[in-house]
Each structure stands twice: as structure tokens, then as C-alpha cells.
């Protein structure tokens, strides 16, 4: 958080949301440390949003799995929902400042209760660590009283991917903490954690550790909840 390349990250990913057709905002929490988000207005006045953190741990050249992997899925699945029009609209959200205590996400969740979009937040996915894994199971982390959203999105990987979802609860950990906090629908999906990577928070957290297979599965159970509740 804060180095030169957290900043460069922000730089890129506001860029990125950009070129897609979005309307890119930051917040900025402390010095030279800001989160990016991209909006596209939907037919009503809520919105689906989809976040994942952009910083890591600060090991040199690491951070493939935590968290570029949730990020770089940021990326693609706006990628993919900007070629459409919505029920409702999007919110994709990189947060930044999570490996400190989910600053960033506390940060925009207190904002935007006061703004009022808060509000507006029907249903979110957020992304954490969707790259490392040997038996094809995939955490969907909530607290209880979502627990019937959980057991949706479980239904929602059976039917579109061959992931094997597992619910955990409750809830801790990661920026979808502050949004279930305040009352907001929505999930975590990240590695199954019994057996997560060994790289957890190590140097060795590199791209070649990755299993892309898995994260294309995670993206695609991502993908069908979202357009699911963008539509319903």
C-alpha cells in the first residue's frame, strides 16, 4: 500500500475502467493511497457490485494469488459486462489498503452510506484468492443471515461450472466484512482455505503457482450470479 507500484496499479486499473465505458471515481484515504472504482447507470436506480483488493503484502514481485488473481478477474468480468446494458447497473470496485485492515473497503462503505449509494448496493461479489487450488472446491464465505444467498450461489456453481462450493460462515477477514456489516447482500469467493496456498502471504506467492483452469471457473460462477441479479 502506498509504493510506487500500488500507485501505478490504481493508475492502470482507472484506465482500464475507462477505456471499458465506465465513469471512474477514486477515494483517497491516506497519502498517495486510493481506491478506483468504475460505474455504469442500469434501467433502475441499484446497482451490483463487484470488488476485489489490488494491494498484497509487499513481497517483492509476489502477490500473484493474493491478490492479483481476484483483480485481474475484476478486470475481465468488466471487461465483459461492458458489452451490455442492465436492469441494474455496476459498481466494479478495486479497493486498496485491504492487507492493512480493509481500509479502502471500510472507507467507501462509510462514504457511501452517508451519499446514500450504500443503499443502492443490492447484491456484491467480493474476490480474494481464486488461483491456488488441488481439489476444485470453492469457499463462498457470508455471515448467516445470508446464508439463503450462499446456498443460491452454491446452486449457481453447480450449474454453470465444476466447482464444488463449500459455505463458510461467518464472515471475516476480507472486504466484504463492511459491506455484510451494514446490512449489504453478498459473498465471498476465495480458495477453499483448509488447504489454501502454501505461498499464503510468502515471496514464493508467483505466477507459476497459479491454477488458471480454477480461476476461470471462479470467474465463470462470478459471471452467472452477477448476471443473474443485474437482470432480475
Same mark, same amino acid.
Given at each position: 500500500?502506498?509504493?510506487?507500484?500500488? =500507485?501505478?496499479?490504481?493508475?492502470?486499473?482507472?484506465?482500464?475502467?475507462?477505456?471499458?465505458?465506465?465513469? *471512474?471515481?477514486?477515494?483517497?484515504? /491516506? $497519502?498517495?493511497?486510493?481506491?478506483?472504482?468504475?460505474?455504469?447507470?442500469?434501467?433502475?436506480?441499484?446497482?451490483?457490485?463487484?470488488? !476485489? &483488493?489490488?494491494?498484497?503484502?509487499? !513481497?517483492?514481485? +509476489?502477490?500473484?494469488?493474493?491478490?492479483?488473481?481476484? +483483480?485481474?478477474?475484476?478486470?475481465?468480468?468488466?471487461?465483459? @459486462?461492458?458489452?451490455?446494458?442492465?436492469?441494474?447497473? %455496476?459498481?466494479?470496485?478495486?479497493?486498496?489498503?485491504?492487507?492493512?485492515?480493509?481500509?479502502?473497503?471500510?472507507?467507501? *462503505? $462509510?462514504?457511501?452510506?452517508?451519499?446514500?449509494?450504500?443503499?443502492? #448496493?443490492?447484491?456484491?461479489?467480493?474476490?480474494?484468492?481464486?488461483?491456488?487450488?488441488?481439489?476444485? #472446491?470453492?469457499?463462498?464465505?457470508?455471515? =448467516?443471515?445470508?446464508?439463503?444467498? +450462499? =446456498?443460491?450461489?452454491?446452486?449457481? !456453481?453447480?450449474?454453470?461450472?465444476?466447482?464444488?462450493?463449500?459455505?463458510?460462515?461467518? !464472515?471475516?477477514?476480507?472486504?466484504? *466484512?463492511?459491506?455484510? $456489516?451494514?446490512?449489504?447482500?453478498?459473498?465471498?469467493?476465495?480458495?477453499?482455505?483448509?488447504?489454501?496456498?502454501?505461498?499464503? &502471504?510468502?515471496?514464493?506467492?508467483?505466477?507459476?503457482?497459479?491454477?488458471?483452469?480454477? @480461476?476461470?471457473? %471462479?470467474?465463470?460462477?462470478?459471471?452467472?450470479?452477477?448476471?443473474? /441479479?443485474?437482470?432480475?
Amino acid at each position: 500500500m502506498g509504493s510506487n507500484g500500488n =500507485r501505478e496499479t490504481v493508475n492502470y486499473i482507472s484506465e482500464f475502467l475507462k477505456n471499458y465505458g465506465y465513469e *471512474v471515481k477514486r477515494g483517497c484515504f /491516506k $497519502k498517495g493511497v486510493c481506491n478506483t472504482w468504475g460505474i455504469k447507470e442500469g434501467e433502475v436506480d441499484e446497482f451490483v457490485l463487484i470488488e !476485489a &483488493h489490488l494491494d498484497s503484502v509487499g !513481497a517483492v514481485r +509476489a502477490g500473484a494469488d493474493d491478490n492479483a488473481s481476484g +483483480a485481474s478477474a475484476l478486470l475481465e468480468m468488466a471487461r465483459l @459486462l461492458s458489452e451490455q446494458s442492465y436492469k441494474r447497473g %455496476i459498481i466494479i470496485f478495486a479497493t486498496n489498503g485491504e492487507e492493512d485492515g480493509l481500509l479502502g473497503s471500510k472507507y467507501f *462503505v $462509510k462514504k457511501a452510506e452517508k451519499s446514500g449509494l450504500l443503499s443502492k #448496493i443490492s447484491f456484491f461479489i467480493n474476490m480474494d484468492m481464486i488461483s491456488w487450488n488441488k481439489n476444485g #472446491i470453492v469457499d463462498i464465505e457470508t455471515n =448467516r443471515e445470508f446464508e439463503g444467498l +450462499a =446456498r443460491w450461489m452454491s446452486s449457481i !456453481a453447480n450449474r454453470y461450472t465444476n466447482l464444488r462450493p463449500e459455505i463458510t460462515m461467518p !464472515a471475516w477477514g476480507s472486504d466484504h *466484512v463492511p459491506f455484510l $456489516k451494514k446490512g449489504v447482500p453478498g459473498v465471498l469467493t476465495i480458495e477453499h482455505w483448509k488447504t489454501k496456498s502454501p505461498c499464503y &502471504h510468502q515471496p514464493c506467492d508467483k505466477f507459476d503457482t497459479l491454477n488458471i483452469p480454477y @480461476l476461470l471457473e %471462479i470467474i465463470k460462477l462470478n459471471m452467472a450470479a452477477s448476471l443473474h /441479479k443485474l437482470n432480475e
